[in-house]
């Protein structure tokens, strides 16, 4: 209500887009892992069936990640490791 309809829908938008600009996560002084909302489940590799790492499957989510709605080019297990870690709390 403080911008309208059609200016308050321009802000969101522009919020969201510099959301979806920040990392997912960060490792302070290599010791700390921090991330808003938790470590991401496992997700299974495609190639042969078996649990990847955790930490590898944070590293391979592209740096921008649409989140909600994701984008179209971007894979089912990327989306929900994404997902996880801004959710999972």
Same mark, same amino acid.
């Given at each position: 209500?403080?911008?309208?309809?059609?200016?308050g829908f321009k802000?969101?938008?522009?919020?969201?887009?510099a959301f979806d600009r920040m990392p997912l996560a960060a490792?302070?002084? +290599? /010791?700390i892992f921090c991330v808003h909302g938790g470590i991401p489940r496992p997700i299974t590799s495609m190639e042969d069936g078996s649990i990847g790492s955790r930490v +590898? /499957?944070?590293l391979n989510v592209p740096r921008v990640a649409g989140i909600?709605?994701?984008y179209e080019h971007?894979?089912?297990?990327y989306q929900q490791v994404a997902s996880d870690c801004i959710w999972s709390d």
């Open positions: 209500d403080r911008f309208g309809e059609s200016t802000v969101w938008e522009q919020i969201n887009h490792v302070i002084d +290599q /010791d +590898q /499957d944070i909600n709605p994701p971007e894979d089912d297990h």
